[in-house]
């Protein structure tokens, strides 16, 4: 999500905890990481 300061390859760790999915509007805690 480079739109909103997530670069492309950024593991899901670094992404911030205040980040939502420009999409859908969800919020990281939404979402599971996948290996």
């Not at 999500?1 to 999409?23: R, Y």
Request: hydrophobic residues 30%.
């Amino acid at each position: 999500d480079p739109d909103n300061g997530v670069a492309p390859g950024t593991a899901f760790d670094d992404v911030p905890s205040d980040w939502v999915c420009p999409e859908c509007g969800a919020p990281k805690e939404d979402f599971d990481p996948i290996d």
